[in-house]
């Protein structure tokens, strides 16, 4: 079982409306958890952090945690052009113990005009 | 201006050389990271440092290498016994463990 995984995408959302992205992750002791944009040919960027269960919001966009069902997601709403891009989550898998941040596969959005 | 830089943006080797990345930050971050990214795949752990002379190994650490010397510095280099290594290398830093990470711009490597 992988560490982490992601709704494997491509998803493809009007302009104006909600992307919904799925993240779960194996090790009940993960402890923090991070969403990051990755445009085509560029390296990953921080886009929002969580660390308790429930929603955090930061503008256009939200992140979702439960931790009983291991399980954290990502809303994009009144999704934008600039919008399109491949979104990372990311999961510390061994809590406090150690630090090893380990990342989906990515799910790849795309908003069309 | 604080942030993580990583030279080169491109690199070429020829196959049976061994290649050094740079990664320095500036950002006085106690862990860095080296992640190493391929065509339509995620990101995969190479070797990562919580702290000055030391590092451990991530889940590809094979045909690779990396120091600590300094706290704003961790190189990476690529060895012949790394099987194939042509990829987008990134390496990332942040304050501690357990908190969010932040990239550089990458590194990326073609064996011709």
């Known amino acids: 079982q992988k560490e982490v995984e992601q709704n494997s995408g491509p998803l493809s959302v009007p302009e104006g409306a909600i992307a919904s992205l799925n993240c779960t992750y194996s090790d009940r002791g993960s402890q923090s958890f991070f969403w990051y944009r990755q445009y085509s040919g560029k390296s990953p960027e921080l886009i929002m952090s969580i660390y308790s269960n429930g929603d955090k919001e930061d503008g256009r966009f939200t992140a979702q945690l439960n931790k009983a069902s291991q399980y954290v997601s990502l809303l994009i709403r009144d999704s934008q052009p600039s919008d399109s891009a491949t979104y990372l989550c990311?999961?510390?898998?061994?809590?406090?113990?150690?630090?090893?941040?380990?990342f989906g596969a990515g799910t790849t959005v795309t908003v069309r005009a | 201006d604080g942030g993580i830089t990583q030279s080169p943006k491109y690199l070429f080797r020829k196959e049976g050389q061994n290649v050094t990345l740079s990664c320095e930050q500036n950002?006085?971050?106690?862990?860095m990271y080296w992640y190493r990214q391929d065509p339509g795949q995620g990101l995969r752990l190479i070797y990562y440092s919580q702290i000055v002379n030391d590092f451990q190994k991530g889940d590809i650490a094979e045909g690779y290498s990396v120091s600590r010397e300094k706290k704003e510095s961790f190189p990476l280099t690529v060895t012949s016994a790394q099987k194939n290594p042509t990829a987008f290398y990134l390496c990332?830093?942040?304050?501690?463990?357990?908190?969010?990470?932040?990239f550089g711009q990458g590194t990326r490597l073609t064996v011709v």
């Open positions: 990311a999961v510390n898998p061994l809590g406090y113990r150690d630090y090893k941040l380990s």
């Open positions: 990332a830093s942040s304050i501690t463990r357990n908190t969010e990470a932040f």
């Open positions: 950002l006085n971050h106690d862990a």
